[in-house]
């Protein structure tokens, strides 16, 4: 009996995941809005009520890849962070990990994921937190703080929040343009001024 349902488990994973992968192909050609889920439904060869089954709606296709894209990320910058990097390392690193996640989505998924990262129905992590990479960012402005690198007065949340927020307005309004790696560049160079880094 164990050992059915563990297959029956694998089958219904095995199942969720071409369900994901087909929304995601399909969302990044025409948008969330606009995907058809009779496209997805039948590049992952399932019924249509399957599509529903794992996913009650289209958004629960971009709450699952939010929380597995963040889950990564936070993974990789707290790998980083072991290392004891400086905040403007710290900063560049953050920026290196959302501008990757930015070119493997796409524009048009970038803006949908963040609309559902953002949005106000989107579940809780696992761990508790909205945002755990705004939470471990402002762990390490903290820091940066506690050590006199910044001006004490700075408060590590709001310059987390505010970081991250001005990184995600800027990959998308300067999508494809030439001067976006300088702009990035310009932008943390500001932040780093902003809160008083001396370096």
């Given at each position: 009996m164990a050992e059915q349902l563990s297959v029956r488990e694998?089958?219904?994973l095995q199942t969720k995941e071409r369900l994901l992968g087909a929304a995601?192909?399909?969302?990044?050609?025409s948008g969330m809005a606009d995907a058809d889920v009779g496209a997805i439904?039948?590049?992952?060869?399932?019924?249509?009520?399957t599509f529903f089954f794992h996913f009650p709606t289209k958004v629960h296709v971009l709450f699952e890849?939010?929380?597995?894209?963040?889950?990564r990320m936070?993974?990789?910058?707290?790998?980083?962070?072991?290392g004891k990097q400086d905040l403007p390392s710290a900063l560049h690193e953050a920026l290196k990990l959302v501008a990757g996640l930015e070119r493997r989505l796409g524009a048009v998924l970038f803006k949908d994921f963040l609309a559902a990262h953002f949005s106000p129905t989107r579940p809780p992590n696992e761990e508790g937190t909205d945002h755990p990479l705004i939470v471990f960012l402002a762990q390490e402005?903290?820091?940066?703080?506690?050590s006199g690198e910044i001006d004490t007065d700075v408060n590590p949340m709001n310059s987390a929040v505010f970081f991250l927020l001005g990184l995600y307005a800027l990959l998308i309004t300067t999508n494809d343009?030439?001067?976006?790696?300088?702009?990035?560049?310009d932008f943390v160079e500001r932040t780093l001024r902003s809160i008083g880094h001396c370096g």
């Amino acid at each position: 009996m164990a050992e059915q349902l563990s297959v029956r488990e694998t089958k219904r994973l095995q199942t969720k995941e071409r369900l994901l992968g087909a929304a995601i192909a399909e969302f990044k050609r025409s948008g969330m809005a606009d995907a058809d889920v009779g496209a997805i439904v039948s590049a992952a060869g399932v019924a249509h009520g399957t599509f529903f089954f794992h996913f009650p709606t289209k958004v629960h296709v971009l709450f699952e890849l939010e929380r597995r894209e963040e889950e990564r990320m936070v993974k990789r910058f707290r790998q980083f962070l072991d290392g004891k990097q400086d905040l403007p390392s710290a900063l560049h690193e953050a920026l290196k990990l959302v501008a990757g996640l930015e070119r493997r989505l796409g524009a048009v998924l970038f803006k949908d994921f963040l609309a559902a990262h953002f949005s106000p129905t989107r579940p809780p992590n696992e761990e508790g937190t909205d945002h755990p990479l705004i939470v471990f960012l402002a762990q390490e402005i903290e820091r940066a703080r506690g050590s006199g690198e910044i001006d004490t007065d700075v408060n590590p949340m709001n310059s987390a929040v505010f970081f991250l927020l001005g990184l995600y307005a800027l990959l998308i309004t300067t999508n494809d343009s030439p001067e976006q790696k300088s702009l990035l560049e310009d932008f943390v160079e500001r932040t780093l001024r902003s809160i008083g880094h001396c370096g």
